[in-house]
């Protein structure tokens, strides 16, 4: 799928390293295992969104947009890059942050991702746990444009048809990577939350004819529900961008075994996956979304339900300033 045909601008460090995690395989005893370094993008300390916010800005600056809209939980790792865009670009920022409170201390709601919002200087509005974020957003873009302003609401998760681009563009880097490395075509687990990650790497994936599983560790929801969000926004995608491509229902893999109380909230798999790879490898991950991944990772291999002999990418899509609100979780 040639990307160059859609706009774009210039936010991520690309491409992100490709790089072995020895010492955590052999500590597992399990595959070979690699991991792609999207915590490297760069955009106000890296993530996965800085990909996805290349083509949903473009879109804005495209329809004369002044103000970035946009919403997520308190610890956002989106709306932490969404904000730090818009103040690269010179939009102003205004972000819904749904008040999830998984039981840690005073300085979850003022540290973190969302010390670095306001630090880029996004108008913050705080909303109840439970609250319709969606509706929320809308009801900030009619009372910009009643102010005078031309808003652009970028989706939670920056997970649209436009924001999956950037994870079609991974899975062409991430493809030739594999191919220098001589890596065979490994299974790829990442954390399924808004879906457009995954959604976004099986079109890639399908467009290059690559038969690498994708298994999506679910964060936030029970499987069922976010197979289905995934497959909704991925055939969305093909619809509104015309795109001769199909992904089978059945590709499409969340696991929900190690969401725990639901999103936000701390886990004792989370907990030992994050201590492993962080005394192991250096590398941080978060207790949000990729500590969930990498502990449905261990568990997959523990269970033996990846296979020795199939090498493994673990995508690490950021989230590390989120570590400093968890810091009574551990």
Known sequence: MEISAYSRVSLAHLPT???PLGRLSS??????????????TGLAMGGNK???????LAE???RGADTIITAGGTQSNHVRQTAAAAARLGFACTVVLERIDPDVDESYAVSGNAFLDALAGARIVFCPAGADVDAAMEALTVECRENGGNPYQVAVGGSSPSGVLG???CSNELFTQCRALRIRTPAIVLPSGSGGTQAGLLLGLASLGWAAPVIGVCVSREREAQETKVYELLRRTVGELALEIEVPRE???????????GYGFATESMR????????????????VYTGKAMAGLIGLIRSGELASDRPVVFLHTGGAPALFAYGGSF
């Open 17 to 19: 390293p490709l790089e």
């Open 27 to 40: 500590f597992l005893g399990g595959p070979e295992l690699f991991i792609k370094r999207d915590d490297c």
């Open 50 to 56: 800085a990909r996805k916010l290349e083509f949903l």
């Open 60 to 62: 804005a600056g495209a």
């Open 167 to 169: 994870y079609v563009e």
């Open 251 to 261: 590709a499409v893999v969340a696991l929900d075994d190690y969401v725990g109380r």
């Open 272 to 287: 030992e996956a994050l201590t492993l790879t962080a005394r192991h490898e250096g590398i941080l991950l978060d207790p």
